[in-house]
């Protein structure tokens, strides 16, 4: 069946660094999709959207980059900090299904001071 | 912040109890939902609801049951708890209405059960 999948469980960066996450998903109709963080403890937290329309969305210090000829997603973080360090999801949306979002397995990304 | 809160925060039972665990937001969310999550893992949706007296099972709804009388309120039901439910459970709220798909979640920080 249809997925949507992350490329690496855990990305390790230096503090200071730029982060990229990577999220594969196999749906070719999907016309929406988010970036969710999860801190330890805690459910997650709405991060950032882009909609298929678009190949490039920016925000406060994270980017996210939409390549639907290879069906890639990728969330860039500039200048990484230890309050960065969490599990990051990737969900799609689409249209004509329950417009109920899937999410991927996860990255979790630890930012080393 | 959201607005959406779960109890209890943490919950350890035995075999073969019945459990509910609560889910309320204050947001006027219609749609609801219930993920399953294991450490480190994906999120796997159990139940959803686009809105009072709407109720539709997932991918993991086989053994458990909701109910949605009122708006805020969406509650999950184990009816015998066994050691394979051992997880951490996810309530969401998102604010769109039905055929909607650019919809952000708002998540509840989850109940963590430990069935012995």
């Given amino acids: ?113 | 912040e959201a607005d959406i809160y779960q109890t209890p925060r943490y919950l350890v039972i035995g075999t073969g109890k019945k459990i509910t665990l609560e889910c309320s937001q204050t947001m006027g969310h219609d749609k609801m939902y219930w993920y399953q999550q294991d450490p480190g893992m994906e999120l796997h949706l159990i139940h959803y609801s686009y809105g009072v007296n709407s109720t539709e099972k997932g991918d993991l709804s086989s053994e458990s049951t909701v109910s949605r009388i009122r708006t805020e309120h969406f509650p999950l039901t184990l009816e015998s708890a066994r050691p394979s439910h051992t997880s951490q459970y996810l309530c969401a709220s998102s604010e769109g209405q039905g055929a909607a798909t650019n919809e952000k979640l708002f998540f509840g920080s989850g109940t963590q059960l430990s069935v012995l």
């Avoid at chain 1, 998903?25 to 991060?47: L, M, R, T, V």
């Avoid at chain 1, 490039?56 to 900090?81: C, D, E, F, P």
Wanted: hydrophobic share 35%.
């Fill in chain 1, 1 to 113: 069946g249809e997925s949507v999948g992350l490329h690496l469980p855990t990305l390790s960066v230096q503090e200071g660094d730029n982060s990229i996450i990577n999220c594969a998903y196999s749906n070719s109709a999907s016309d929406y999709f988010i970036w969710y963080k999860q801190e330890s403890g805690k459910g997650p937290q709405f991060i950032i959207d882009i909609r298929s329309n678009m190949d490039k969305r920016q925000g406060q210090r994270v980017t996210v980059l939409l390549n639907k000829t290879v069906k890639h997603l990728s969330l860039q973080i500039a200048a990484t900090q230890p309050g960065d360090s969490a599990v990051y999801f990737c969900a799609e949306n689409t249209a004509g299904g329950s417009y109920i979002p899937t999410f991927g397995r996860g990255t979790s990304l630890i930012v080393h001071p």
